[in-house]
């Protein structure tokens, strides 16, 4: 039997779901929330735990491959456990973008589900940074959460939003962050959405990146090979244990290898983040 896989009118093959389990948040990041945290909205408007599962369902009778979890705050949602449980026993690879917080309560879940490849929020490796950025105060959960996946052999990764004025001079500490941690940092550039103030003066693009970690780190940058429908651009510093990659969305885009379609939390489909 041949299996269906989704093509768009471009014809791009849409194997990567990632589902968003909620959109609230047990942060504020400031480019990403708005202080007050998102409007209520009756749970009546969400999806049921039966809802994502039997959407996820169809989605990889359709040729998914990887869902990837996400949201808001995937793990604040009651029933992510049920839900992480319940995507186990699809045959697709696993992930989840979080902001690290409740990691230690999901470890174990995460381990017994296979689910191996777990990103994690980390604009600062300053604590009072970080909780300013953030607006509340849980850097050292997230940095001992981050040891622990490391130590426990998920495969990690780390995501910086560049914006100039509030990070960009830790560049060249995230990248000596890979030299003594087996992870990859990648460098997100800081993209418009609602009300977060966004201006194209604050936004680092991927070749500002470059030349400043050119300016630190010279001739031992060496570009990586990159898959197919990579959304990111890879590179390593030479003797280093972890790698380091650009998110380039605004500057270079990926549109035409882009593999990803998007469900949200109130089960709505997107086939692109800024639709
Ligand atoms: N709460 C989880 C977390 O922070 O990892 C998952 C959801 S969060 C929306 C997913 C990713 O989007 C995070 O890495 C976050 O930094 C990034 N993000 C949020 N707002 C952004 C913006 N305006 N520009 C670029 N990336 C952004
Ligand atoms: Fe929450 Fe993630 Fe947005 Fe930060 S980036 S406010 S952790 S959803």
């Known amino acids: 039997m041949i299996t269906p896989v989704l093509t768009d009118s471009v014809g791009r093959k849409h ?24 409007p209520h909205r009756p749970s009546s408007q969400f999806m049921s735990t039966e809802e994502v599962l039997g959407i996820a369902k169809q989605f990889v009778q359709l040729g998914v491959k990887k869902i990837r979890l996400t949201g808001g705050e995937p793990l604040i949602r009651k029933d992510a456990e049920a839900v992480i449980r319940g995507l186990a026993e699809l045959p697709v690879e696993l992930a989840i973008t979080t902001n690290g917080i409740l990691v230690d309560e999901f470890v174990n879940v995460f381990e017994e ?34 040891n622990t996946l490391i130590n426990r052999g998920f495969n990690v990764k780390l995501n910086a939003v560049l914006i100039k004025g509030v990070n960009e001079d830790e560049i060249a500490d995230f990248i000596a962050f890979t030299k003594t941690h087996p992870v990859e940092y990648r460098f997100i550039e800081f993209m418009p959405f609602d009300g977060n103030k966004w201006n194209f003066s604050k936004c680092l693009s991927q ?22 429908n990579d959304t990111a651009r890879h590179y390593k510093i030479a003797g280093h244990q972890g790698s380091f990659a650009i998110i380039s969305s605004m500057t270079n885009p990926f549109c035409d290898s882009c593999n990803r379609i998007r469900l949200t939390a109130d089960g709505k489909m997107k086939n692109c983040l800024f639709s």
């Open 15 to 38: 194997d990567y779901l990632r589902i968003s389990l909620t959109e609230r948040c047990n942060l504020r990041c400031f480019y990403c929330m708005p202080e007050a945290g998102v």
């Open 207 to 228: 070749k500002e990146i470059l030349e400043l970690v050119q300016n630190k780190f010279g001739d031992s940058i060496q570009r990586m090979i990159d898959g197919p």
């Open 113 to 146: 589900c296979g689910l191996k490849h777990i990103n994690v929020s980390l604009d600062s490796l300053r604590a009072e940074r970080f909780n300013k950025i953030t607006r509340r105060d849980y850097f050292s959960r997230v940095m001992k959460n981050i």
